[in-house]
């Protein structure tokens, strides 16, 4: 890569990608309302505003916080404690999360918390995921590092090796996406995905990420059928999918989501993940004024 980041363009770029996960996240979510349907999307109609956002923002934020402090490596301690510390149960957390971060906040030190998450095995759910865009974009001049960086973020809460990878997972591509964007030159398909492969940890999550970079001529449906789109709420059956989705619309942020909306399962996360990863190519520009304006606003305490 052939640019020097400073820290204010970090954080432009960081933020950006945040607007595009919360954006995903929020109206994502709507879907989940009796009333609001997926094929109104298709046709250019979305719901009444607000838009609420839930736990995938709320934990980015912590994220993008964290960041603008940053002046080394990922600080894992002050993330745990911005989580702990800021986390509304009622956001859409699961009850592994919302116990895990009462016990940081109650004075457990994140890894004891972490490793003991599901009988020990730790968590390979997607919120590591979910969280991760703005972080790639913040390192779009070195995908190695990216990874490296994405492993701290993630082991803050997913001590399970899966939950790890879909954190760096998607820390990486939004770092390609960005770095593409810096660069003035738009992925051929699959690139990114086979990039993210690449720098993503050996296992579930890692193959799937090679199996959806040759899935260039198949339809959304297909593709939510062999990847998963997050109905188990895992790192392996939620970011190959959303990842395949920032991949192919990596220019068009609207059917990005849309993509992921109508291919069901956990959309709110899938929608952030490619929502995030999409707008750190096509900037806060690529989302519709009138979605950033329905959206509810981000928290005051979020670095400008």
């Not at 736990?55 to 600080?75: I, R, S």
């Amino acid at each position: 890569m052939s640019f020097t980041l400073f820290p204010g363009t970090r954080l432009v770029l960081a933020l950006e990608s945040l607007a595009g996960l919360s954006v995903g996240d929020a109206l994502g979510a709507q879907y989940f309302v009796p009333g609001n349907k997926p094929s109104d999307l298709l046709e250019g109609r979305v719901p009444d505003a607000p838009w609420e956002w839930t736990d995938d923002t709320e934990q980015a934020c912590c994220l993008v916080a964290t960041l603008a402090g940053d002046d080394g490596d990922f600080d894992r301690d002050g993330f745990a404690e911005r989580l702990a510390g800021q986390f509304d149960a009622y956001r859409g957390y699961g009850p592994g999360a919302v116990t895990m971060l009462r016990e940081i906040r109650d004075g457990l030190p994140w890894p004891i918390a972490a490793a003991a998450a599901f009988g020990g095995q730790g968590s390979c759910g997607n919120g590591a995921a979910m969280r991760a865009a703005p972080l790639g974009a913040w390192h779009a001049d070195s995908l190695a590092h990216a990874a490296a960086q994405g492993v701290r973020a993630a082991e803050v809460t997913h001590a399970h090796p899966e939950g790890i990878a879909g954190g760096v997972a998607v820390t990486v591509a939004a770092a390609v996406a960005a770095a593409a964007r810096l660069n003035g030159h738009k992925p051929d398909r699959g690139r990114l995905l086979r990039a993210t492969a690449g720098h993503t940890p050996t296992g579930v999550v890692a193959d799937a990420l090679v199996e959806a970079a040759g899935l260039a001529d198949i339809g959304i449906a297909e593709a939510a059928n062999r990847l998963g789109s997050g109905g188990q709420a895992t790192a392996q059956d939620t970011v190959p999918f959303a990842l395949w989705v920032a991949d192919r619309y990596l220019d068009d942020y609207p059917a990005a989501v849309a993509a992921c909306v109508v291919a069901g399962g956990d959309v709110d996360t899938t929608a952030a993940i490619a929502g995030g990863v999409v707008a750190a190519y096509t900037g806060v520009d690529g989302i519709p004024p009138a979605w950033l304006a329905a959206r509810e606003p981000l928290p005051a305490w979020l670095p400008a």
